[in-house]
Nanobody, 116 residues
Framework: QVQLVESGGGLVQPGGSLRLSCSAS????????MGWYRQAPGKQRELVAD???????NYADSVKGRFTISRDNAKNTVYLQMNSLKPEDTAVYYC??????????WGQGTQVTVSS
Protein backbone atom coordinates (compact mmCIF):
# COMPACT_ATOMS: atom_id res chain seq x y z
CA GLN A 1 0.00 0.00 0.00
CA VAL A 2 1.31 3.44 -0.96
CA GLN A 3 1.61 5.92 1.87
CA LEU A 4 3.00 9.46 1.95
CA VAL A 5 3.11 11.11 5.37
CA GLU A 6 3.92 14.80 5.80
CA SER A 7 5.18 16.39 8.99
CA GLY A 8 6.74 19.62 10.20
CA GLY A 9 3.92 22.08 9.68
CA GLY A 10 2.88 24.62 12.26
CA LEU A 11 2.48 28.29 13.13
CA VAL A 12 5.35 30.69 12.46
CA GLN A 13 5.79 34.45 12.32
CA PRO A 14 6.54 36.29 9.08
CA GLY A 15 10.23 35.99 8.30
CA GLY A 16 10.50 32.70 10.13
CA SER A 17 11.53 29.27 8.89
CA LEU A 18 10.05 25.80 8.82
CA ARG A 19 11.13 22.45 7.40
CA LEU A 20 8.58 19.99 6.07
CA SER A 21 9.26 16.28 5.68
CA CYS A 22 7.48 13.61 3.66
CA SER A 23 8.18 9.95 4.32
CA ALA A 24 7.16 7.52 1.58
CA SER A 25 6.45 3.82 1.59
CA UNK A 26 5.03 1.39 -0.95
CA UNK A 27 6.76 3.09 -3.91
CA UNK A 28 10.14 2.87 -5.60
CA UNK A 29 11.23 6.16 -4.13
CA UNK A 30 14.51 6.53 -6.05
CA UNK A 31 12.66 6.37 -9.39
CA UNK A 32 9.97 8.87 -8.44
CA UNK A 33 9.72 12.58 -8.98
CA MET A 34 8.79 14.06 -5.62
CA GLY A 35 6.92 17.31 -5.22
CA TRP A 36 5.40 19.72 -2.75
CA TYR A 37 2.09 21.37 -3.53
CA ARG A 38 -0.03 23.73 -1.49
CA GLN A 39 -3.64 24.78 -1.33
CA ALA A 40 -5.04 27.83 0.44
CA PRO A 41 -8.76 28.26 1.20
CA GLY A 42 -10.65 29.27 -1.94
CA LYS A 43 -7.67 28.63 -4.20
CA GLN A 44 -6.55 25.81 -6.46
CA ARG A 45 -3.77 23.47 -5.48
CA GLU A 46 -0.48 24.70 -6.93
CA LEU A 47 3.01 23.31 -7.39
CA VAL A 48 5.54 24.73 -4.95
CA ALA A 49 8.60 22.68 -5.89
CA ASP A 50 9.56 19.29 -7.23
CA UNK A 51 12.70 17.22 -7.58
CA UNK A 52 13.38 14.45 -10.08
CA UNK A 53 15.10 11.11 -9.56
CA UNK A 54 18.20 12.80 -11.01
CA UNK A 55 18.07 15.56 -8.37
CA UNK A 56 16.91 18.29 -10.73
CA UNK A 57 14.70 20.76 -8.89
CA ASN A 58 12.04 23.19 -10.01
CA TYR A 59 10.34 26.01 -8.07
CA ALA A 60 7.36 28.25 -8.38
CA ASP A 61 8.41 31.85 -8.95
CA SER A 62 6.73 32.88 -5.70
CA VAL A 63 9.08 30.74 -3.59
CA LYS A 64 12.28 30.81 -5.63
CA GLY A 65 15.20 31.90 -3.48
CA ARG A 66 13.31 31.22 -0.24
CA PHE A 67 12.46 27.51 -0.38
CA THR A 68 14.73 24.54 -1.02
CA ILE A 69 13.60 21.03 -1.91
CA SER A 70 15.85 18.04 -1.27
CA ARG A 71 15.62 14.27 -1.04
CA ASP A 72 17.28 11.46 0.86
CA ASN A 73 16.79 8.22 -1.07
CA ALA A 74 18.23 6.13 1.76
CA LYS A 75 15.46 7.38 4.03
CA ASN A 76 12.71 7.54 1.39
CA THR A 77 12.13 11.12 2.45
CA VAL A 78 11.73 14.44 0.67
CA TYR A 79 12.14 17.77 2.47
CA LEU A 80 11.06 21.35 1.93
CA GLN A 81 13.12 23.97 3.75
CA MET A 82 11.09 27.18 3.92
CA ASN A 83 12.82 30.43 4.85
CA SER A 84 11.67 34.05 4.93
CA LEU A 85 8.08 32.92 5.23
CA LYS A 86 5.29 35.29 4.27
CA PRO A 87 1.58 35.31 5.19
CA GLU A 88 0.88 34.41 1.54
CA ASP A 89 2.61 31.07 2.16
CA THR A 90 -0.21 30.02 4.50
CA ALA A 91 -1.76 26.83 3.11
CA VAL A 92 -2.05 23.10 3.49
CA TYR A 93 1.09 21.59 2.01
CA TYR A 94 0.84 18.23 0.25
CA CYS A 95 3.50 15.73 -0.71
CA UNK A 96 3.29 14.12 -4.16
CA UNK A 97 5.07 11.15 -5.76
CA UNK A 98 4.97 10.58 -9.51
CA UNK A 99 6.32 8.07 -12.00
CA UNK A 100 5.76 8.38 -15.74
CA UNK A 101 3.31 5.76 -17.04
CA UNK A 102 2.65 4.55 -13.49
CA UNK A 103 0.71 7.26 -11.71
CA UNK A 104 0.81 9.74 -8.87
CA UNK A 105 0.10 9.62 -5.15
CA TRP A 106 -0.73 12.21 -2.51
CA GLY A 107 -0.18 12.63 1.19
CA GLN A 108 -2.82 13.88 3.59
CA GLY A 109 -1.30 17.33 3.96
CA THR A 110 0.17 19.42 6.75
CA GLN A 111 -0.96 22.92 7.74
CA VAL A 112 1.46 25.84 7.53
CA THR A 113 0.27 29.13 9.00
CA VAL A 114 2.35 32.31 8.77
CA SER A 115 0.96 35.01 11.01
CA SER A 116 2.01 37.53 13.62
Amino acid sequence: QVQLVESGGGLVQPGGSLRLSCSASGIIFRLSTMGWYRQAPGKQRELVADITSGNKSNYADSVKGRFTISRDNAKNTVYLQMNSLKPEDTAVYYCNAKRVAIGAYWGQGTQVTVSS
